[in-house]
Nanobody, 123 residues
């Protein structure tokens, strides 16, 4: 079994910063992509940023220049540094990993979501 746990959410004023972290653990053979997604009230879940094992990154237009994604391959962790936060960044932020799991029946495709962490940007 593979687990993904997020941390670092909270309440911050507009213009402030937060750093989200996500740690993957369990029977992981390899991780390809790690990413952050968010879902605001009444809206669909959307991509925020992703990073591949080769450190290629992709960002939503709405966060470019404000958010930075980074990963530590040795620790199976990914971080999201969020600066210049806006009220419209308020959402539950989810971490997702894709890769290969080492199961009792061999290697299998892996896609796991975390439980989410709430980020609220408000004065």
């Amino acid at each position: 079994q593979v687990q993904v746990v997020e941390s670092g959410g909270g309440l911050v004023q507009p213009g402030g910063s937060l750093r989200l972290s996500c740690a993957a653990s369990g029977r992981i053979a390899s991780i390809n992509a790690m990413g952050w997604y968010r879902q605001a009230p009444g809206k669909q879940r959307e991509l925020v940023a992703t990073v591949t094992s080769g450190s290629s990154t992709n960002y939503a237009d709405s966060v470019k220049g404000r958010f930075t994604i980074s990963r530590d391959n040795a620790e199976n962790t990914v971080h999201l540094q969020m600066n210049s936060l806006k009220p419209e960044d308020t959402a539950v932020y989810y971490c997702k990993i894709t890769g290969i799991a080492n199961t009792d029946v061999g290697y299998r495709y892996l896609e796991v979501w975390g439980q989410g962490t709430l980020v609220t940007v408000s004065s």
